[in-house]
């Protein structure tokens, strides 16, 4: 049974937009226009609107006075913020992570990163992401920082457009891997200094990578 049975309207409006954006299908600049999307999915337009809310919170949507709800271009600004600030963060996670992973943790990134191989035949980059987003959520909550956790989650949801579009590459998929590799043996280790490097490289990469794609 399909799990969109069970989420509130708002919540499969607002994945199925989600899904037309990431894939391309809605465009930047595209204007959403609630009557013709509640018709097209089936809907009141209730849901709509607040699906659309929801995708502005994730910078997916903008809202333009007098001109309504756009599909957000993807601009090198905002992925050079986004990517500052995962990067501070992220290197801070990765430290403490580095004195406070379980065992337990470092075998849950091994099949993660066993899993992500695994996908990267099928080429799903829905699926890609979100194991890429797992494996840094083990991560996270290895700190055992109930605050820095929560900041990290609300940045995951800017994130998740440049990931997406990150792994639409899949000539980045090999190096990914190498690197997941890398960072868990530097947890491993409780090898700090390298890790961040690692983690900071890691994140680098994929700058480089889709700031390329979106001139």
């Known amino acids: ?15 199925t937009l989600r899904q037309e954006i990431l894939t391309g299908n809605l465009k930047p600049g595209e204007h959403l226009r609630e009557i013709a999307l509640a018709n097209k999915i089936g809907v009141s337009r ?58 337990e943790q470092i075998d849950e990134l091994k099949v993660n990163v066993a899993e992500f191989k695994r996908v990267t035949r099928t080429k799903d980059v829905t699926k890609l992401a979100q ?19 929560q900041m990290l989650n609300n940045l995951r949801e800017q994130m998740y457009r440049f ?15 190498e690197e997941h590799i890398q960072v868990i043996k530097n947890l491993e280790d409780r090898d700090v200094e390298n890790a961040r490097k690692n ?17």
């Open 1 to 15: 049974m399909d799990n969109l049975e069970f989420l509130p309207l708002r919540d499969v409006v607002f994945n």
């Open 46 to 103: 209730t849901p709509v609107r607040e699906a659309i809310r929801m995708l502005e919170l994730e910078g997916l949507v903008k809202m333009i006075p007098r001109r309504g709800a756009l599909v957000a271009d993807i601009s090198q600004k905002e992925l050079r913020d986004v990517l500052e600030v995962r990067n501070a963060l992220e290197q801070l996670a990765i430290e403490l992570a580095c004195e406070r992973i379980t065992k």
């Open 131 to 149: 194991i890429d987003v797992e494996f840094h959520d083990i991560i996270f909550n290895a700190t055992d920082n109930r605050r820095l956790i």
């Open 163 to 177: 990931r997406f579009e990150y792994l639409k590459d899949s000539d980045v998929y090999e190096g990914l891997i």
């Open 199 to 215: 983690i900071s490289y890691h994140i680098y990469r994929q700058v480089s990578t889709v700031s390329k794609k979106i001139d």
